[in-house]
């Protein structure tokens, strides 16, 4: 959620050898300790124009998780404009 940069399993099974459970494996940010912190750290990247964080909230929004209201055409809307940002997910 942190950076939203996607992580090989190789990576992470690294990242546990090494004792980074709590943290991302890519840029070591602690995890967010509950939904509300979450979504803050998802709207940050947002709000910097990060592709993938946009992708994510639209996933957030179509699926109706982390506290957020199921919202379909909020949902489109967002994985448009990560479309044009350059999301290949989107």
Same mark, same amino acid.
């Given at each position: 959620? /942190? /950076?939203?940069?996607?992580?090989?399993?190789?990576?992470?099974? $690294?990242?546990?050898?090494?004792? *980074?459970?709590? !943290?991302?494996?890519?840029?070591?940010?602690?995890?967010?300790?509950?939904?509300?912190?979450?979504?803050?750290? *998802?709207?940050?990247?947002?709000?910097?124009?990060? +592709?993938?964080? *946009?992708?994510?909230?639209?996933?957030?929004?179509?699926?109706?998780?982390?506290?957020?209201?199921?919202?379909?055409?909020?949902?489109? $809307?967002?994985?448009? $404009?990560?479309? $044009?940002?350059? !999301?290949?997910? +989107?």
């Amino acid at each position: 959620v /942190c /950076c939203m940069k996607r992580v090989c399993n190789g990576c992470l099974l $690294e990242a546990r050898r090494r004792g *980074i459970y709590n !943290s991302c494996p890519f840029c070591r940010t602690h995890r967010p300790s509950d939904v509300a912190s979450a979504v803050a750290m *998802i709207l940050k990247r947002v709000d910097k124009g990060d +592709a993938d964080a *946009i992708k994510h909230l639209g996933d957030r929004y179509y699926h109706g998780r982390q506290g957020l209201a199921k919202d379909v055409p909020r949902a489109i $809307e967002l994985w448009t $404009e990560a479309a $044009e940002l350059g !999301s290949l997910d +989107a």
